[in-house]
């Protein structure tokens, strides 16, 4: 069973960082891709950034809102991605969320996985 870990939010100051962990864990063939989405309250969630297998270390894709500010990175051995947040501003206080798109067996057949969340506070 695929699980993702997430770690990593907390409370931190306008113009402060943070750095998010997700590791996925379980039987898995091979992760295709990675991302961290976020949902503030009372919005839907939406893509924060995206990496995928392309290249030595993936492909990426921002928000534009984040674009200067977040970099996205994937560690291929520990099935693991990460989100370096700087210049953190008020509005980006939500819950992050964690996905992973996985072929479970090498089939071809790939299914998508979500996180639990970590909740990033960025305070006015």
């Known amino acids: 069973q695929v699980q993702l870990v997430e770690s990593g939010g907390g409370l931190v100051r306008p113009g402060g960082s943070l750095t998010l962990s997700c590791q996925a864990t379980?039987?898995?063939?091979?992760?295709?891709?990675m991302a961290w989405h976020r949902q503030a309250s009372g919005k839907q969630r939406e893509l924060v950034a995206e990496?995928?297998?392309?290249?030595?270390?993936?492909?990426?894709n921002y928000a534009d809102f984040v674009k200067g500010r977040f970099t996205i990175s994937r560690d291929y051995a520990k099935n693991a991605v990460y989100l370096q947040m700087d210049n953190l501003k008020p509005e980006d206080t939500a819950v992050y969320y964690c996905?992973?798109?996985?072929?479970?067996?090498?089939?071809?057949?790939?299914?998508?996985?979500w996180g639990q969340g970590t909740r990033v506070t960025v305070p006015s």
């Open positions: 996905y992973a798109d996985i072929e479970i067996d090498g089939g071809g057949r790939r299914t998508g996985y």
């Open positions: 379980g039987g898995m063939f091979a992760i295709v891709g």
């Open positions: 990496v995928d297998s392309g290249g030595t270390s993936g492909d990426t």
